[in-house]
């Protein structure tokens, strides 16, 4: 802290008695400075000031509102001590207004005269003591807030790298996946006929295992996109997104599932693109999770809950064993029931990260065997 | 008979090249295809247009830009091609597989007149083609080059 930090700004109308307690304060080791009016004692204290100390009489009407915008302007630390000295028996009305106009909030003292030089001494030390603590609490202010710079900066160093990881990842990673697609697509329609019957299985093998893995990098760069973009949720209508989903996947025409939706749909606070992932991710699930040789049959409505909406998926599937059941929200966890099925154990946790953004909750009730009932709630538009 | 005007597409990457050539040829499109492998060569190329005598490049009806290129990137070229007054027309289809919302709105910003991803499979791509043949080459108006 800097000397001008521990002085004490005097103020006393009459010239003399300034002068005269400048020097008695001197003597006791303080470092003084005479202001001559109100407003010079605020241009002075907002340079720095350990403690004020003000002649009664320099506030015939109460201090101005230089003076009260000075102390309520201070940083959350700085508690700035005043000493009025008083003209001593009953609180005088210049003293009444000057405690009313400061306010409860103001570090206020009073001294009466005539007082003993050794009363001002010790007030001014006691205000300095505690102006002193003020200015140790402003340190460890500092110090935390470098600290809070220091790590913000490093964790957006980290969210900056993760960025450039993942867009790597879908640049040089995806090209070479490419190739080995193109190439074995047509090595398969150019040269399958010169092959035998187990060629031909070899290289379906790379043709597939070539296009599950560039779905598990487009769902993980997917699941990224959701984890940092910023998130605009406006009032949606459900019920259009849930049939928009419903044309364009193959697999849930009714030629393949018989998915029964139950309108109305109440509005929900959401995002045209994450909701409508989600519904996408939640029915593919629905209609692909059932047992051999049963035709999935999905049925979709909703429910107001307290303010939210939930939109609920019943399915016929093989179900989920409730031990599993917070699991499979996490990214690469599938249950035990999903062993048989194709998937990358993403587009669940695709589903928890864009609810989540959203502001909403997702959940399921599910009995193995006996089906699954998956939710989306969502705050009521 | 006029002779039809090239795509130049601007492609590093050989097996994209190779993979375009095919899907170009599935979807029937007609026109000449010159090719150019990184940034600056792209600019070279455009850079010859109208200009006099045998190294004259032809006006391309098409450029097909990836974004990640050597030398010179994809925005780059763009940025390049806009400030051109001769070039400002033409009309350039960024082919990419980033689906970065910075990438993309960039490269409007910067004044692309679509913006495609890649797709995985030669079917896919084939198809992506096909539907560049019949929006950009047989519905899409040109302006007077």
Request: hydrophobic share 40%; with cysteine; glycine share 6%.
């Amino acid at each position: 802290m800097s000397d001008i930090e521990e002085r004490v700004i005097i103020l006393a109308p009459y010239g003399a008695d300034s002068v005269q307690t400048a020097s008695l304060l001197r003597e006791s080791g303080f470092q003084t400075v005479i202001a001559r009016d109100e407003p010079e004692l605020c241009a002075l204290a907002r340079e720095g000031a350990g403690v004020l100390l003000v002649a009664e009489e320099a506030f015939p009407h109460g201090p101005t509102s230089g003076t009260v915008d000075l102390l309520q302007s201070q940083p959350s630390w700085s508690d700035l001590p005043i000493i009025i000295v008083t003209t001593g028996g009953d609180l005088t009305q210049a003293s009444l207004r000057a405690v009313s106009a400061f306010g409860e909030s103001a570090n206020l003292a009073l001294i009466e005269r005539p007082f003993r030089a050794l009363t001002l001494i010790r007030a001014v030390q006691a205000a300095m003591r505690a102006r002193r603590r003020q200015y140790q609490v402003r340190g460890m202010m500092d110090g935390l807030e470098d600290l809070v710079r220091d790590r913000t900066k490093r964790l957006e160093a980290t969210i900056a790298e993760l960025e450039a990881f993942s867009y790597t990842v879908s640049h040089d990673l995806r090209a070479p996946l490419r190739a080995m697609q193109g190439y074995s697509h047509y090595l398969i329609e150019e040269y399958a006929h010169r092959l035998d019957d187990q060629g031909r299985l070899f290289l379906e093998r790379i043709r597939s295992a070539s296009a599950r893995l560039d779905s598990l990098v487009q769902d993980i760069l997917t699941f990224s996109r959701f984890s940092k973009s910023d998130v605009q949720i406006s009032p949606l209508d459900p019920e259009p997104l849930i049939r928009q989903v419903l044309e364009s996947y193959s697999e849930l025409h009714p030629a393949n599932a018989e998915i029964v939706v139950r309108p109305p749909f109440l509005r929900v606070k959401g995002h045209e693109a994450f909701l409508t992932q989600c519904i996408s991710n939640v029915l593919t699930n629905a209609v692909k999770f059932v047992a051999p040789g049963t035709r999935p049959r999905v049925e979709i409505w909703n429910e107001p809950i307290d303010g939210s909406v939930r939109v609920y998926f019943r399915d016929n599937g093989v179900g989920i064993d409730p031990s599993h059941q917070q699991r499979i929200f996490r990214i690469f966890e599938r249950g035990p029931e999903a062993e048989n099925y194709d998937g990358t154990g993403i587009g669940l946790a695709i589903v928890h990260k864009a609810v989540e953004r959203m502001g909403g909750k997702v959940g399921l009730e599910s009995q193995p065997g006996r089906g699954s009932t998956f939710w989306i709630e969502l705050q009521s538009a | 008979m006029t002779t039809l005007r090239p795509i130049l597409l601007v492609e590093d990457n050989p097996d994209d090249v190779f993979f375009m050539k095919r899907a170009i040829a599935a979807a029937q499109i007609p026109n000449p295809l010159h090719i150019v492998t990184d940034g600056q060569q792209a600019i070279d190329y455009l850079e010859r247009i109208g200009s006099a005598g045998s190294g004259s490049s032809p006006l391309p009806i098409l450029v097909l830009l990836d974004l990640k290129l050597p030398k010179r990137n994809g925005l780059e070229v763009l940025q390049w091609v806009r400030k051109r007054p001769h070039l400002r027309r033409v009309v350039v289809i960024m082919l990419t597989t980033s689906r970065e919302d910075g990438d993309i709105s960039s490269a409007y910003e910067t004044g692309c007149n679509s913006f495609l991803v890649k797709p995985a499979s030669p079917p896919q791509l084939a198809e992506v083609m096909r539907a560049v043949k019949s929006f950009w080459l047989e519905l899409n108006v040109f302006p007077e080059s």
